[in-house]
Structure formats: C-alpha cells, structure tokens
C-alpha cells in the first residue's frame, strides 16, 4: 500500500553492527507495529507505538529498540545485530490493517 | 502463552474445486478473528474478518468461527491457480492491535 513505505527493502549485515529499519507512513494513524516473520513462527510483535514518543514492547522484543519522533516515522534498530534476526520484517498499522512491503535483512 | 495453529501444507487442490483452511486457537476470551492471504515475497494482506460465531461469506470466500471449539476455517470455493499463497489465521484477544496472534500460515497450491 503506497500509505506505508519501508527502507531499505533488502540489507545484509554483519554480526555485531548496529542496523536501523525504517517504517514511513502518509495515513496520520496513531498506532504502529513492528513484526518479524520466520518460517514456522507467523508474525510475531517486537515493538508497537501508539503515539509519539509512546512505545512498548512485544512477544520478541529482546535485542531490538524502537524509536518515534514524528507521527509519519518508527524506527527499529538491532543494536548489535547477531545471525537469530536474520527474517523478514513488516512494519504494519494493524489497526487499519496496512501492511507495510517488508524488509528482508540479512546477518552474515 | 497464546498460540494460534494451523497445519503448514502445502495444501494441494485442483482448480475449480473448494479449498478448506483451518484454524485453532488456544485463548478462549478471543474475539476477532482474520483470514490474511500472503504471496510469495509480498507483505500479507486482509481476506476476511469475522467476529461472532457462524457463517460470513465474501464472493469466493466463506469464513467459519466456532467460539466453543476454538476454531475457525476458511473455505474458497471455485479455486483459482491465483489463490495459491500462504494463508495466515490472525486472533485477537480484545480488539487492540497489540494483542494480534498470528498463525504460521497454510501453504495453498491450486493445481491447473
């Protein structure tokens, strides 16, 4: 849906760098969602928002923090990224059911 | 722990005849329920809401929730060699969004 953008859309790493994914929207929606998707497990919920600057955590958050500065901007980031958050990950207004078209990371 | 199940397939069905997905989930207090359909490489998409328990169809698609059992089914009829995906079953305890379990997903393969 073009009213949620991800960047960048494929990204391989490194064990032990730090990596930032970020999710833009349009639509002004309050609540944003982070998932990682894995084969076998669904989509599981690292971090959610619900408003600016308002963030928690969810079933998988360990190892990732999130960030909103802006109502348009949720940033995730991996700290020091370890091989376990090699998946697919969707940025998501789950509310509206918008789903963001995922990013594919990669850590060697 | 919540857990939402379904059988990975792949589910193979010749075209033109009814697909049949299946869901379980294990929090009773559950009360929306989400059919999303997901092709390859692409981020999942809504097929079907249901919320109370029975029967909703959309076109192809008709939706079963049986609060009682704890499941919930989907079924596409007429199956097109363009249904083939992933089919993902979402629950959602008490309509916030953080409260989404997913399923691993059913994969469908619709033989021409």
């Known amino acids: 849906d073009a009213g949620i953008t991800q960047s960048p859309r494929h990204k391989v790493t490194e064990t032990g760098t730090p990596v930032t994914l970020r999710c833009h929207q349009t639509?002004?929606?309050?609540?944003m969602y982070w998932y990682r998707q894995d084969p076998g497990h669904g989509l599981r919920l690292i971090h959610y928002s619900y408003g600016v600057k308002d963030t928690d955590k969810g079933e998988v958050s360990d190892g990732y923090s999130v960030s909103r500065s802006k109502t348009e901007d949720f940033l995730l980031t991996l700290e020091s990224a370890t091989s376990s958050q090699t998946s697919v990950y969707f940025c998501?207004?789950?509310?509206?059911?918008?789903f963001g078209p995922g990013t594919r990371l990669t850590v060697l | 722990q919540k857990e939402v199940e379904q059988n990975s397939g792949p589910l193979s069905v010749p075209e033109g005849a009814i697909a049949s997905l299946n869901c379980t989930y294990s929090d009773r207090g559950s009360q929306s329920f989400f059919w999303y359909r997901q092709y390859s490489g692409k981020s999942p998409e809504l097929i079907m809401s249901i919320y109370s328990n029975g029967d909703k169809e959309d076109g192809r698609f008709t939706a079963q929730l049986n609060k009682a059992s704890q499941y919930v089914s989907l079924l596409i009829r007429d199956s097109q060699p363009s249904d083939s995906a992933t089919y993902l079953c979402a629950v959602n305890m008490n309509n916030y969004g953080q409260n989404f379990v997913f399923g691993p997903g059913t994969r469908l393969s619709v033989l021409p």
């Open positions: 639509e002004n929606h309050r609540y």
């Open positions: 998501a207004m789950i509310n509206e059911q918008f």
